[in-house]
Structure formats: structure tokens, C-alpha cells
T-cell receptor, first 114, second 117 residues
Framework: DTGVSQDPRHKITKRGQNVTFRCDPI?????LYWYRQTLGQGPEFLTY????????KSRLLSDRFSAERPKGSFSTLEIQRTEQGDSAMYLC????????????FGPGTRLTVT | AQKVTQAQTEISVVEKEDVTLDCVYE???????LFWYKQPPSGELVFLIR??????QNEISGRYSWNFQKSTSSFNFTITASQVVDSAVYFC??????????????FGKGTKLSVKP
């Protein structure tokens, strides 16, 4: 299977703990996106990478959130000092160079902060 | 500001009925792209269609068809002869064609479609 993969699929953590999620995009895709989806809502853009460069961050991405894409392949999203409001599905997507091309989404990581 | 509105929160139909999902968007960009994605109960978003703002031709793909009307800023999606497997949440999304936000999809809240046998 050469689709977008995410790990873990589910994460339960206690408030105040740090968590890290991983996304492996489709191998030939230059762009990688992170979105957050809460219950009953559409996905909301968080940040994106063009190869290893992080080109845009949403205002939703507080300073507790950090994302990296070393070597332009997989990406990690870290949330420090988690809060209950961080509970959501975190989605990763990838596309080829042209940003308006279709994005292929991974299965998501569901985060529950207790 | 850019915005996508899907006014229908939930729709329930009986199998073989036709159903139309509405999407209205707002943007100041002259060139942009519109998308529809399907999110089945399994959760993974599936790409259905992309349309650029210069192409107002309607598109048909099997039982699916899309009606893009720039004059009313709408991009509606019709499923003909619906099937139980069409049950999912459907999202309409928008992105500018140029600029730093190119590719950042702005999604509507989605329409949950339930097709009953």
C-alpha cells in the first residue's frame, strides 16, 4: 500500500503530557499538510511543508505545537503540555508540487486528552 | 475572507433516490479550486473531484455529477440512484490557485448522508 500512513492511530494522554504523531506521505509527493478535525466539523488547516521547508502555519497552531519534516520525507507533529481542547483527529495529507492538486489523506490520529 | 458553507447538516434518503448536496463558497480570489471529498465511517477522506474557477462545465462520473455555477458561487454535488455504500460525510473545500495559501484547503462543515435500504 503506497498511500499516506499515520502513526499512532489512537492516542490517549493525560493533560500536560507531550505527544508526537508521525505521518509518512506518498513517496513522490513534495507537499505535506497537517489538519485538525473535531467532531461534526470539517478539517481545519494547521501547517504545510514543501519538501523540508515549513511554509505556512495557521493561527490555530499555538506555540505548544511544532511540526518538522526532516529530509523532506516523513513529518512529525508534536503537542507539548496537552490540553483537553487538543482532543481531535489529526489528519495528514500529501500532494505533488502544485498546491491546488488533489490531496491524499491518511487515516488520521485520534487524540484524546483526559 | 474565504468560506465554504454546506447548509445541509444531515440528509437521509432511501436507496435509489437521487440526492443533491449543496455547497456555497465565498472568496475574493479570481482563480481558485473547488473540491469534494467523501469521509466514510472508516474516517479516511477520499478525493472525489477538483474543479478550477475557469471551468464551469458540469461533470459526470458514473452516478456522480457536479454543477458549478460561478454566478451563484455554488458547486453542488448530485448522486443519482443512491446506494447504501454512499452513506458518508461529504465535504466541499476551496483553495486559492496562487499565493502562500495555495493548497490550504478550506472545508465546509460537511453533510452527513444516510442512505437506507
Amino acid at each position: 500500500d503506497t498511500g499516506v500512513s499515520q502513526d499512532p492511530r489512537h492516542k490517549i494522554t493525560k493533560r500536560g503530557q507531550n505527544v508526537t504523531f508521525r505521518c509518512d506521505p506518498i513517496s513522490e509527493h513534495n507537499r505535506l499538510y497537517w489538519y485538525r478535525q473535531t467532531l461534526g466539523q470539517g478539517p481545519e488547516f494547521l501547517t504545510y511543508f514543501q519538501n523540508e521547508a515549513q511554509l505556512e502555519k495557521s493561527r490555530l497552531l499555538s506555540d505548544r505545537f511544532s511540526a518538522e519534516r526532516p529530509k523532506g520525507s516523513f513529518s512529525t507533529l508534536e503537542i507539548q503540555r496537552t490540553e483537553q481542547g487538543d482532543s481531535a483527529m489529526y489528519l495528514c495529507a500529501s500532494s505533488d508540487f502544485q498546491g491546488f492538486n488533489e490531496q491524499y489523506f491518511g487515516p488520521g490520529t485520534r487524540l484524546t486528552v483526559t | 475572507a474565504q468560506k465554504v458553507t454546506q447548509a445541509q447538516t444531515e440528509i437521509s434518503v432511501v436507496e435509489k433516490e437521487d440526492v443533491t448536496l449543496d455547497c456555497v463558497y465565498e472568496t475574493r480570489d479570481t482563480t481558485y479550486y473547488l473540491f469534494w471529498y467523501k469521509q466514510p465511517p472508516s474516517g479516511e477522506l477520499v478525493f472525489l473531484i477538483r474543479r478550477n474557477s475557469f471551468d464551469e462545465q458540469n461533470e459526470i462520473s458514473g452516478r456522480y455529477s457536479w454543477n458549478f455555477q460561478k454566478s451563484t458561487s455554488s458547486f453542488n454535488f448530485t448522486i443519482t440512484a443512491s446506494q447504501v455504500v454512499d452513506s458518508a460525510v461529504y465535504f466541499c473545500a476551496l483553495t486559492p490557485a496562487y499565493g502562500g495559501s495555495q493548497g490550504n484547503l478550506i472545508f465546509g462543515k460537511g453533510t452527513k448522508l444516510s442512505v437506507k435500504p
